[in-house]
């Protein structure tokens, strides 16, 4: 499976963001999608994921802000950030998890999004 994010930038403080990630590759396979991100100096953290159900899950510091969702065929997978504050500058990565596995595997590279306050 791979993965390519996108949609990264600079807003200001309360703008919104809309990221993208291209899936491909066996994505039958998987179990969920999501998103991370790391900020300088932090470790990564899960944003968001998605199930192959439907099933969601958020970060505390991001529900009510952020939505994750995706196409049906798995091919894309959005994270809508609204409410941006300058605490979500990070660089952002989207991943894939297998089905009967217990983490992330699968890794595409970071885009970068800066809020300026």
């Known amino acids: 499976v791979q993965l390519q994010a996108s949609g990264g930038g600079s807003v200001q403080a309360g703008g919104s963001l809309r990221l993208s990630c291209a899936v491909s590759?066996?994505?039958?396979?998987?179990?969920?999608t999501g998103w991370f991100r790391q900020a300088p100096g932090k470790e990564r953290e899960l944003v968001a994921q998605?199930?192959?159900?439907?099933?969601?899950r958020y970060a505390d510091s991001v529900k009510g802000r952020f939505t994750i969702s995706r196409d049906n065929a798995w091919n894309t997978m959005y994270l809508q950030m609204n409410s941006l504050s300058p605490e979500d500058t990070a660089v952002y990565y989207c991943?894939?998890?297998?089905?009967?596995?217990?983490?992330?595997?699968?890794w595409g590279q970071g885009t970068l999004v800066t809020v300026s306050s």
């Open positions: 991943a894939g998890r297998r089905m009967f596995s217990s983490g992330y595997m699968y």
């Open positions: 590759g066996r994505t039958s396979n998987l179990y969920a």
């Open positions: 998605i199930t192959s159900g439907g099933g969601t």
